[in-house]
Each structure stands twice: as structure tokens, then as C-alpha cells.
């Protein structure tokens, strides 16, 4: 189990429905009845003192739906997350805050992760958050380029994807022209490319001078059931399945859809006084396809 929000808020709900039970079943009674044994010469704060909820019991009732509306949305509907790194630039950049769909690839119970609803399987393209592998409790965003049933190849000297023996074209777009925090991709002197795989298509970076840490030309993967294959956007500057393999289905999260808010604190103009500034207001609504 992971100690994430999700078990915490699990507790919480826990926590709180005990105490509300606690009272329908045991205190209110005895608030009812120690009220209705005072006179009728008791004054008014007479019945306020008896009648009076105790104060964890209010505070309990009170969150009780705030935490169960909470997890809810999270566990099942859409989770908020922070890009901390550059790996998929040029879809995302540092500092974008992005929203999760948590249900489109099936239904899963809070703190288990028990799937008990299937409804749609990640496809090539999509932009998907997982728990990493070697460490489920840090998620990771990458693109999913391979499917159970495929042969993944990635040539590492000319940096080209090939899925089922049929190379992804890469059309080259000119250098990578950044901002604030992507400016350090600009001085990396990356290309952009726009990568069709097969019906979808998107921009991706390689740095052509840049040589992978690993030592053979060429790397295989055959992708089995309940198995998938992910890459960063930022070839050259990308953790993914290269270097640690494939992602298990009951390692996924949901798919990245949509853009909410962007802040970068390296924009030309940003100033820490004024808030707004560091906004990088163009990519706000920006969805994910």
C-alpha cells in the first residue's frame, strides 16, 4: 500500500464516520434523553448546554462529506499533478499543472489499486501518469509508444523509433526556440520534430550531438499482455523504458488531458511581487491529445 493522499484520505473518511456513528448511536440518545428530563423551569443556556454537540462530533459531521467529495473526484474522476522536469517538452514544460483522467482506463479502488471496472486500454500517443516502477510512490509522465503485442526497437545513434518492424516518421521542424525554463533546451541546441505514430502525431526534441548512455546501437523490447511501453518527449533528456523497462498495467494512473495553469518562475519578465507575471498564460487550456 501506498501512503499517498489517497490512503490519508481514506483514513479521514474512516476517521470521521466512526465519530459520526459514534454519536447517532451513543451520545445523541443521551443528549435526548438528559433533555428530556430538565424542568420545565430550565432556562434556555440550561437546554444549550445539554443539547450541545460536542465539538469533535461537529467538526466530524462538518468534513465528513468534504473528505468523501475529495476522494471521490481524486480516486476516480481527475487528479491534479505538477510537471517538475523536462522530460516531455515539448508537450509539457516545467511548471505546467496538468488534470488526469482517473477512470478511462478502468475503475480502481483508492489505496488497493483493485481494478473493478474495465473501460478503455491505453492506445500509442497517449500521454499517460504511472507509478515508476522501481519506485511506486513517485508518479512519472510519459508517452505510450508501445502496446501489448508489439516489438519496440529505438536505434540510439540516429534516435529513430521503430514499432512492429515499421520505422515512426519523424519530420524535422528547426531548432527549439524556448522560453524561461525551456530556454536550457535552446542552449542544448535541440531540434524539434514532429513524430507520426500511426494515426496521432507529435512534437518531440532530440538533441543530434547527444549520445545515449547505453552501450549497444541498438535496444529491443517485446511488449506483453497487461505491459506497456513509454518515452519522454525529450528523447535525450528522458528517464522511460529504455533504461528501466516496461510499465505494468497496475501501475497506471490515468491519461493526461488538459492544461490548467502554468507557472514559471525563469520567465523573462516574471517577478516574485507580482505573481501574474509568472504565468505562462499561452499554454493555459491547452488539452493534451
Same mark, same amino acid.
Given at each position: 500500500m501506498n501512503w499517498d493522499l489517497a490512503a490519508y484520505l481514506v483514513i479521514l473518511v474512516a476517521v470521521s464516520?466512526?465519530?459520526?456513528?459514534?454519536?447517532?448511536?451513543?451520545?445523541?440518545?443521551k443528549r435526548k434523553a438528559a433533555l428530556a428530563r430538565l424542568s420545565e423551569n430550565a432556562s434556555e443556556r440550561d437546554y444549550q448546554d445539554v443539547g450541545q454537540i460536542p465539538f469533535f462530533v461537529d467538526l466530524a459531521r462538518s468534513?465528513?462529506?468534504?473528505?468523501?467529495?475529495v476522494l471521490v473526484l481524486r480516486s476516480f474522476l481527475v487528479? &491534479?499533478?505538477?510537471?517538475p522536469s523536462g522530460s516531455m517538452m515539448p508537450t509539457l514544460l516545467v511548471g505546467d499543472f496538468i488534470l488526469v483522467n482517473k477512470y478511462t482506463y478502468g475503475i480502481r479502488l483508492p489505496v488497493l489499486n483493485w481494478k473493478i471496472l474495465n473501460i478503455n486500454e491505453p492506445r500509442r500517443g497517449d500521454v499517460v501518469v504511472f507509478r515508476y516502477p522501481e519506485n511506486p510512490t513517485i508518479p512519472y509522465i510519459k508517452r505510450v509508444v508501445g502496446v501489448p503485442g508489439d516489438k519496440i526497437e529505438y536505434h540510439h545513434i540516429n534516435k529513430m523509433l521503430y514499432v512492429n518492424g515499421e520505422p515512426i516518421l519523424q519530420v524535422p521542424l528547426g531548432a527549439y526556440i524556448g522560453m524561461g525554463s525551456s530556454a536550457d533546451m535552446t542552449q542544448q541546441k535541440a531540434e524539434e520534430l514532429t513524430e507520426h505514430l500511426f494515426d496521432k502525431k507529435h512534437s518531440i526534441l532530440i538533441i543530434p550531438e547527444k549520445r545515449t548512455?547505453? &552501450? /549497444?546501437?541498438?535496444?529491443?523490447?517485446?511488449?506483453? *499482455?497487461n505491459q506497456y511501453f513509454v518515452l519522454g518527449d525529450n528523447r535525450d533528456n528522458s528517464l522511460d523504458s529504455r533504461f528501466w523497462g516496461i510499465v505494468p498495467e497496475e501501475n497506471l494512473i490515468g491519461k493526461a488531458f488538459f492544461i490548467w495553469m502554468s507557472w514559471d518562475? *525563469?520567465?523573462?519578465?516574471? /517577478?516574485?511581487?507580482?505573481?501574474?507575471?509568472?504565468?505562462?498564460w499561452g499554454r493555459i487550456g491547452n488539452s493534451l491529445d
Open positions: 464516520t466512526v465519530i459520526w456513528l459514534y454519536d447517532v448511536l451513543l451520545l445523541a440518545p468534513l465528513l462529506p468534504v473528505f468523501i467529495i487528479e &491534479p499533478f505538477r510537471i548512455p547505453i &552501450p /549497444q546501437t541498438i535496444s529491443s523490447w517485446n511488449i506483453e *499482455k518562475t *525563469k520567465l523573462p519578465n516574471c /517577478q516574485l511581487f507580482s505573481p501574474t507575471s509568472c504565468i505562462n
